[in-house]
C-alpha cells in the first residue's frame, strides 16, 4: 500500500510520500539506540515535565489534530476532537503516576534487603492502526517513554500526516531527538526491523494476520511482545435491563468510530422475552443514524476508511445474507462519492457465515436471540475473540455469572466497552495478549528485575 493520504469521504489523493530509503531508516536506528542511554537516566520529574507539555500541544492542536484524523481516516470530526482531548488525558495520567507505578517494591523475604526494581528496555517498535490514529499511538507511547524507553513507530500507510504530526509534537514538547521517532515505511519493513537486535521489544494493533506475523518474527528473535487483535465483542441484553437506556447504547456501541472499532459492539446477544422489542427500537434507531460528511458536526456516522474495507464488508453482508440471514435494514453501500454503507442489522444469522464467525468492521449488527443466562453466555463465547463484553442486566446473580463465564478481557455492565488510561486494556483467545493502560500498561516494556542484597 502507498504512503498516502486519501479523504475516504471523497476519494480524492491529498498528498504522497516516500517511504525511507535503507540508509535513512538506519539513521534513524542509530539515533533510537544512542539517544536511549540518557533517556532512561532522566528522572520521573525531568519526563513528567515533558509529557505534561505534550498533553498541552494537544489540547492546543486538538482541532488540527482532529482535521488530519478527519481527512485522512474519515473520523467524525466531534469524534477526532474527543480523541485529542483523550490522548492528552492519557499523558497526564502516566506524568502524573507513572513514578509511582515503577517505585521500587519492598519484598520480605527474611534473608537481608530484598525488591523488585522496573528499569526500561530500550527501542520499542509501535505498529499501529489506522481507525484510532492518535489515541493508539499515545495510549502506547506515554507509558513507554515515562518509563525511561524510546519509541519507533511505524505506523499505518493511510494516515501518514497523523503519524508525522505526533512525532512533531513530543520534539515540540521538548523530548530529544530519537525519544519518539515517525517510521515511514511500508508493512514489509516490519520484520526487518525486528531483526535488528537494537529494537528490544514491540507492540502490535491491529488484524489476525497481522499479529500472527509480526508475533512469530518478534518470537523468532525472542522479544517482547504485546498484541491487540481483532474483537467481535457481544453486547447482551437480559430482561431485566433498561430496555430503551441499552438500545440507545448499543447503537453508539455500533457505530462508534464509524464501526471501524475493535470494542465496538457486533453480536446483540437479546433475551427472547425482550428480542421483539429491542429488535424493532433498535432498527429503527440504525435506520435513522444520519451519514455524511464527517467535517459536518451533526454527522453521526462517516465513511470506511478504504475502497477495499468498502468492498470487503458489502461481500461479507451479501454472503451472510444468501446464506440464509435476514436483512432488517441496509445492507448495501451508499450510491454518493466516499466509502459509505448504510447501517445494517441482521439477524437469524446462520452459524456458518461470516457474521457469526467474523470481525465485521463497519456498521453491521447481528442480533441472537436467548433462551436464558447459560445460553447469553454460551452464544457470547461461541467466537475465536475474547476482548470486550457489554452486558446489561439488574441481577445481581447474573451479573456475577456474566462476570466470571464470559470470556474476555474487559466485562462493562451496563456500558459500553470503552478504554480509559486508568484501567488495563486487551483481550484473551484470538484477541491476543498483554495489556495497555493502567497499571499493568506501563509494566508490559520494563525489565522486572529482582535484587537481594545481604
Known amino acids: 500500500m502507498a504512503i498516502a493520504t486519501i479523504n475516504p469521504a471523497t476519494g480524492e489523493q491529498h498528498a504522497t510520500f516516500e517511504p525511507l530509503s535503507a540508509a535513512e531508516l538506519e539513521i534513524k536506528l542509530q539515533i533510537a539506540a544512542s539517544v536511549f542511554d ?27 489534530c482532529a482535521r488530519l484524523m478527519t481527512l ?14 483523550k490522548c492528552a488525558a492519557g499523558c497526564r ?39 484510532f490514529p492518535f489515541w493508539q499511538v499515545l495510549r502506547f507511547a506515554a507509558p513507554a517513554v515515562m518509563a525511561g524507553n524510546v519509541v519507533l513507530l511505524k505506523h499505518a500507510s493511510n494516515v501518514p500526516q497523523c503519524a508525522l504530526k505526533i512525532e512533531s509534537i513530543f520534539r515540540g514538547a521538548g523530548f ?47 522479544k517482547k511482545m504485546v498484541l491487540e487483535l481483532g474483537g467481535s465483542d457481544p453486547f447482551i441484553v437480559m430482561p431485566s435491563a433498561k430496555l430503551d437506556a441499552a438500545v440507545a447504547t448499543a447503537v453508539d456501541a455500533r457505530i462508534q468510530n464509524n464501526g471501524q472499532s475493535c470494542i465496538a459492539a457486533k453480536r446483540f446477544i437479546v433475551a427472547e ?29 462517516g465513511p470506511l476508511a478504504s475502497a477495499s474495507a468498502l468492498t470487503e464488508l458489502d461481500s461479507a453482508v451479501q454472503e451472510t445474507v444468501a446464506a440464509g440471514a435476514r436483512l432488517l435494514t441496509g445492507g448495501h453501500k451508499i450510491d454518493r462519492p466516499g466509502n459509505f454503507y448504510a447501517p445494517t442489522v441482521l439477524t437469524d444469522v446462520p452459524i456458518d457465515s461470516p457474521a457469526y464467525r ?58 459500553m466497552v470503552a478504554s480509559d488510561p486508568r484501567i488495563p486494556f486487551g483481550g484473551v483467545k484470538q484477541s ?5 493502560l493502567g497499571v499493568q500498561g506501563i509494566r508490559e516494556f520494563v525489565n522486572i528485575k529482582t535484587v537481594c542484597v545481604r
Open 432 to 436: 491476543g495478549h498483554g495489556r495497555e
Open 176 to 222: 530529544p531527538e530519537g525519544v519518539f521517532q515517525t517510521l515511514l515505511v511500508g508493512a514489509s519493513q516490519v520484520e526487518t526491523l525486528l531483526l535488528d537486535s537494537r529494537i528490544v521489544a514491540a507492540t502490535l494493533t491491529g488484524s489476525e494476520q497481522a499479529g500472527v506475523q509480526v508475533g512469530v518474527a518478534a518470537a523468532r528473535n525472542i
Open 358 to 415: 467474523e470481525e465485521f468492521f463497519g456498521p453491521v449488527a447481528s442480533i441472537f436471540r436467548a433462551r436464558d443466562t447459560g445460553d447469553a453466555i454460551r452464544i457470547a463465547n461461541d467466537s475465536r475473540f475474547g476482548l470486550g463484553a457489554s452486558v446489561w442486566t439488574n441481577d445481581p446473580q447474573e451479573t456475577e455469572r456474566f462476570i466470571n463465564e464470559i470470556e474476555a478481557g474487559m466485562v462493562f455492565v451496563n456500558s
Open 72 to 85: 485522512e481516516m474519515g473520523k467524525p470530526l466531534r469524534a477526532a476532537v474527543a480523541e485529542a482531548a
Open 38 to 64: 540518557a533517556a532512561r537516566r532522566r528522572t520521573f520529574a525531568e519526563r513528567a515535565r515533558v509529557m505534561l507539555r505534550v498533553a498541552e500541544i494537544l489540547e492546543k492542536d486538538k482541532d488540527e
Open 273 to 301: 422475552s425482550i428480542a421483539a422489542e429491542f429488535e424493532q427500537k433498535f432498527v429503527n434507531r440504525m435506520a435513522a443514524v444520519r451519514v455524511g460528511d464527517p467535517f459536518d458536526e451533526a454527522t453521526q456516522l
Open 93 to 131: 495520567y502516566y506524568a502524573e503516576n507513572a513514578e509511582r507505578f515503577l517505585a521500587d517494591e519492598i519484598v520480605e523475604t527474611g534473608a537481608g534487603r530484598s525488591f523488585i526494581r522496573y528499569l526500561p528496555l530500550g527501542p520499542i517498535l509501535a505498529v499501529m492502526p489506522w481507525n
